[in-house]
Each structure stands twice: as C-alpha cells, then as structure tokens.
C-alpha cells in the first residue's frame, strides 16, 4: 500500500500561495499525487490540500515540517502535515440504536475506513456483545441526571487514556457538556436526521409523517457547545410519499443516517474536511 504525507492549509488568499508550496515540494523531489484548491471570494481565504508521495522525498514528516515551516510563516498559513502510516485512533459512543455502529464496524473491517477503533464507549449495555465480538473495548459509563458530571468526566478520561484523535457520537443519545466540547473541538462527529429545528424532541419521523414531509434527511456535523448546530461535514436526502408509514421512514431514515455518517468520517480521516468558521470546505 501506498504511503503518502498530506499536507493541508489554509491562510489569507494572496497570488503565488500555489506556485510556492508546489515549488518547495518540487525542490524536494515530491510527487504531488493529489491536489485540491479553493478560493472563498466572501472571506479572502484559501485552502489547499495536496498528497504526496512519501517515498518521493527523502525526509522523514517532522523534518518536511520543520523545512516548510518558513513558508507557512511567511503566508500566515494553519496547516498540518500528516503521514498516513499513522492510522488515526478513533472512539466510538454509542446509546441503544445499533445501525450506526454496525455500518461503521462492518466499513472498518472491511477496511474502508482507515484508522483505529481504540474502544466503544456507551450508557447503555446493550450492544456490548456486538462490539466485544469484533474485538474491541467496550466501556459502560451510565449517565443519569444525579451524575452526569462524573459520567462525562469518566468518558472524558476513557477517550484520553485511549489517545483518541477523533470521537464519533454514533447515535449517541446524550449532550455533551460544553468543556467537552471546547476540549475535543473539531474532534467531535455526530450524527442526526435532518428534520430540526422543525421536529425536534421524541419520535422526529413521525412527526415528520403527520406533517406529510416528502424529502427526509440526515446531517453529519461537528459537535459544539451549540446543539447540533456545528459546522456541517456532509448530508443527503430521501424521497417520501403518502404512500409511506411512520415505520417505512425510519428505515429510511436510518440508511441515510449510517451512510451519511460514515462518509463524513471517511472524509474527516483523510484530511479532505478544513473547518472554516461555522462552515467546511470539503475536499471530497
């Protein structure tokens, strides 16, 4: 298998940003295997992602760092240098609902998603079977109203103890507290239906039947202290119709919600998602 470095930035959009990082990787004897651009007009701000072939360059990743360290200086560049023979550790939190999890479990197997499942964490035992089957580290932290400062900070201590760099709310049917959040930004994927803020609370798909909505959803998003309202990774949408029951849109429902979210963490792994304030730039 192919080892790459990827080399991801953005900064303030100014002319030869291009010219000199592909030059600098030139001089280098890089072979630039991947490249993606984008300019946002409203802000002035540029991004880049290239990958490029590790074995092409006679450096180790810190060493290219420490050589594009001045560049990125010099263009007032947020950037990381990542090498893919590191495979990124990932935690996953899961309540009852299993078609996240199992889709994520069976996509890791099968070797589509590239990284580490370190542990699942959950307040609920149900799926411990499942997830201990596959070989993986399953942790009950319960999370009840008494306690749930000492639950998160159990969870908090689980994910760290792990060396997690990523952690996937896989229906995870509780709110983070907000130094979580802060702590992990741009760490933290979930998952949800699309429907709010118009359904929100209990049984959102059959509310959304009552209504007689014909286009249903799901969003993958990271998390922030502002609920379900982080910056947006990827969605999609089925189409419905009065011919369909509550029950047949959960189950649709509930393919959106795994495909969707396991594209979103694909995409994360790879480094093709730049957060830009509220918002992504997806390299995909």
Not at 71 to 88: G, K, N, S, Y
Not at 225 to 234: F, K, R, S, T, W
Not at 267 to 277: K, P
Request: hydrophobic fraction near 40%; charge should be neutral.
């Amino acid at each position: 298998m192919s080892h790459y470095y990827r080399l991801v930035v953005s900064c303030p959009d100014r002319v030869g940003i291009v010219s000199r990082v592909s030059g600098f990787i030139a001089g280098q004897g890089g072979s630039i295997t991947e490249a993606s651009q984008h300019s946002d007009l409203a802000s002035g701000r540029f991004f880049m992602r290239y990958e490029i072939l590790a074995d092409s360059i006679g450096m180790s990743p810190q060493a290219l760092r420490d050589a594009f360290a001045p560049i990125a200086a010099e263009f007032d560049m947020q950037w990381r240098l990542t090498d893919t023979r590191r495979r990124p550790s990932v935690v996953l939190r899961v309540s009852r609902e299993s078609h996240c999890l199992v889709d994520l479990l069976y996509r890791w197997t099968a070797g589509e998603l590239d990284c580490e499942i370190a542990c699942v964490i959950s307040n609920h035992e149900d799926l411990r079977g499942l997830v201990e089957w596959h070989g993986i580290d399953y942790h009950y932290v319960p999370v009840r109203a008494e306690n749930k400062a000492n639950a998160f900070a159990e969870i908090q201590r689980r994910v760290e103890a792990a060396g997690a760099d990523t952690l996937v709310l896989a229906r995870y049917m509780q709110i983070l507290p907000p130094s979580l959040c802060e702590h992990f930004a741009g760490r933290v994927i979930n998952i949800h239906h699309s429907f709010l803020p118009s359904f929100a609370g209990a049984k959102p798909y059959h509310q959304a039947h009552e209504r007689g909505v014909k286009l249903i959803g799901a969003t993958c998003h990271y998390v922030t202290e502002a609920l379900d309202a982080g910056p947006i990774i990827e969605q999609d949408i089925h189409r419905v119709s009065h011919c369909h029951t509550p029950a047949d849109l959960v189950r649709f429902g509930r393919d959106v919600e795994k495909a969707v979210l396991a594209r979103g963490l694909r995409w994360h792994l790879e480094d093709r998602v730049l957060i830009h304030g509220n918002k992504t730039v997806v390299f995909a």
